[in-house]
């Protein structure tokens, strides 16, 4: 099946460290982005790629960094310059083809929690 | 800009009452509109969107969404109200002419139907 696979579910992170959530999508879609959802305050954009080897930063991209090497696969990284990583993290991606005609798939999240 | 508002942060309604989640919206030009439902610890999921067309939208379990340019609302409707339809739901935005500029999503409304 068709789908965006978001790894690990549950993730911890010590104070300091950088860690790596994993989002992987075999829809063939173009266009993939990084949102963070916190009680309260909705989807906030984080980083988002419509082409390989390109990306643009969201409305809060700082503490954060991303790849895009290949179409399938878009890595983010939460580094130790972000502060308050506590959150649910979610992965979504659309095609291009037809711009703006499709809503969003969306992964099943990875819950970030700083222990 | 663009933006959403989603003026209820939570919306209480019986089983088999009808329900009604709110959306405005604000973009320059013509809009695309989508809502979203998120259950506990998911991912989104499509309910239905507006790209043209009649203003009267059908979507997925039963639900509809009315758009009306004068008011500039996407309003959320289902004529009967399941229990299984208490979750949180997302409305979104883009604007027509934009390109390919991600949605930008409400802050989320939280339905709880109550048998």
Known sequence: DGGITQSPKYLFRKEGQNVTLSCEQNLNHDAMYWYRQDPGQGLRLIYYSQIVNDFQKGDIAEGYSVSREKKESFPLTVTSAQKNPTAFYLCASTPLTVPGDYGYTFGSGTRLTVV | ?115
């Not at chain 2, 067309?53 to 009315?66: I, P, Q, R, T």
């Open chain 2, 1 to 115: 800009a663009q933006s959403v508002a989603q003026p209820e942060d939570q919306v209480n309604v019986a089983e088999g009452n009808p329900l009604t989640v709110k959306c405005t919206y604000s973009v320059s030009g013509n809009p695309y509109l989508f809502w979203y439902v998120q259950y506990p610890n998911r991912g989104l999921q499509f309910l239905l969107k507006y790209i043209t067309g009649d203003n009267l939208v059908k979507g997925s379990y039963g639900f509809e969404a009315e758009f009306n340019k004068s008011q500039t609302s996407f309003h959320l409707k289902k004529p009967s109200a399941l229990v299984s339809d208490s979750a949180l739901y997302f409305c979104a935005v883009r604007a027509l002419n934009s390109g390919n500029t991600p949605l930008v999503f409400g802050k989320g409304t939280r339905l709880s139907v109550i048998a």
